[in-house]
């Protein structure tokens, strides 16, 4: 396997908004011209963007590279993006960073012995809103990143954990949104989620535990969920009974406290559940 660490800026030309934008994207990546002695020669891998959490302010190494080993370990092509945060940056600078590294892994898939129709976007807390957002593009803003409307990179599928999907009444996780579209902003909540299915969604899998009360379930991942099945969009939605907020690939050396391993020996099983989830939706791993 190779590694690789991308400028977006650089790479499509675009100049930063300001000296603290970031727009990166590493990644884990199957090489073809190491591995074929040993390998399936005509093996095409799907490609998994992982965008971590972080509350808009920060961006989670927890939700980064474990969730990226985790999902190569699967045959998956992984790549996570460190995207522009509060307080220099506000929206739509992180939702363009993403339409960059989308469009970016459609126009090297072959490059990567992928196929550009089979990029999952998985999110994790406000990660997950932002790979929400990625999912549910409205035309207009599209046209702020023309290369991706000329490509027509899009994602065939989402894995969201625990996700900041944005009430459409206030609860605890509003603030994230606040905290997304600047001070100045007098309605964040409309990018809720809930507000953009009709631009349309991939097929998503849904995962989040009880006891999580930093984003809670019953007015962010259960309403998606089921707004999702209103409109016979493929879903599944997994709800575990224990676990904090963050548990990301439920990995012992991401836990925060002795009290998430106990806690997240249920939950371990979703990255396989959503492996299973992604290849009933036509995203795996294919031998030609």
């Known amino acids: 396997m190779k590694v690789t660490n991308i400028d977006l800026y650089k790479y499509f030309n675009e ?8 727009g990166f994207l590493h990644g884990i990546f199957f090489d073809h011209d190491l591995d074929d002695l040993e390998m399936c020669p005509k093996r095409v891998h799907p490609m998994m963007l992982v965008i971590p959490g972080g509350g808009y ?23 996570w993006l460190d995207y522009s945060v509060s307080p220099y940056s506000h929206y739509p600078t992180m939702l363009i ?27 994790f807390s406000a990660g997950g809103h ?21 490509s027509g990179a899009k994602a065939a599928a989402l894995v969201l954990g625990y996700p ?45 535990t009880k006891e999580d009360t930093t984003v809670p379930p019953d007015t962010n991942a259960k309403p998606f969920a089921e707004a999702l099945k209103e409109r016979k969009i ?7 009974e224990h676990g904090p907020h ?25 990255i396989r559940e959503a492996v ?6 036509g995203v795996a791993v294919i031998d030609r």
């Open 15 to 22: 100049p930063k908004p300001n000296k603290q934008a970031r």
């Open 57 to 79: 302010c920060f961006v989670s190494r927890r939700e980064a590279n474990p969730v990226c080993l985790a999902f190569a370990n699967e045959g998956f092509n992984c790549f």
């Open 97 to 123: 960073e993403a339409m960059m590294a989308l469009t970016y892994l459609h126009k090297k898939a072959k490059y990567f012995h992928s196929n550009p129709k089979q990029i999952a976007v998985s999110g």
């Open 130 to 150: 932002l790979a929400g957002m990625l999912g549910t593009l409205s035309e207009e803003e599209k046209t702020l990143f023309p290369p991706l409307l000329k």
């Open 164 to 208: 900041v999907i944005g009430p459409l009444e206030k609860d605890c996780s509003s603030q994230y949104l606040g905290i997304l579209m600047g001070e100045g902003d007098p309605n964040p909540d409309r990018m809720s989620l809930l507000r953009r299915l009709d631009n349309g969604i991939p097929p998503t899998y849904i995962w989040s």
């Open 234 to 240: 493929p879903c599944l939605y997994r709800l575990y």
């Open 246 to 270: 963050g548990l990301t690939s439920c990995d012992p050396n991401t836990y925060l406290a002795k009290q998430d391993h106990r806690d997240a020996d249920a939950a371990r099983g979703w």
């Open 276 to 281: 299973q989830f992604l290849a009933s939706n």
